[in-house]
Nanobody, 118 residues
Framework: QVQLVESGGGLVQPGGSLRLSCAVS????????MAWYRQAPGKEREAVALVFSGGTTIYADSVKGRFTISRDNAKNTVYLQMNSLKAEDTAVYYC????????????WGQGTQVTVSS
């Protein structure tokens, strides 16, 4: 059974940082495309960052230069380092395994709330 469990969300002030973690069981992150998506209230779920099995990364224009996706294959865990957070980054963040960019397929975690507010 595949499980993805996100953690690390919370309330942070604008300009602050958070690191999200996604602990994966039931599949090897080393051979899967792993990604982070987010969904803000009233909006569609959107891709934020993706890392291919070979290590190449893709980012949404809105987070380039601020967010970094990484993967620790020994721990079967994927991370999203978020710096210089803005109010518009407020959303539920979801970890995904197996989807291509922007596609709502593959395996999903339950999500973790990130709120950026002063």
């Amino acid at each position: 059974q595949v499980q993805l469990v996100e953690s690390g969300g919370g309330l942070v002030q604008p300009g602050g940082s958070l690191r999200l973690s996604c602990a994966v069981s039931g599949l090897f992150t080393a051979i899967y495309t792993m990604a982070w998506y987010r969904q803000a209230p009233g909006k569609e779920r959107e891709a934020v960052a993706l890392v291919f099995s070979g290590g190449t990364t893709i980012y949404a224009d809105s987070v380039k230069g601020r967010f970094t996706i990484s993967r620790d294959n020994a721990k079967n865990t994927v991370y999203l380092q978020m710096n210089s957070l803005k109010a518009e980054d407020t959303a539920v963040y979801y970890c995904n395994a197996g989807a291509t960019w922007g596609q709502l397929t593959g395996y999903w975690g339950q999500g973790t709330q990130v709120t950026v507010s002063s």
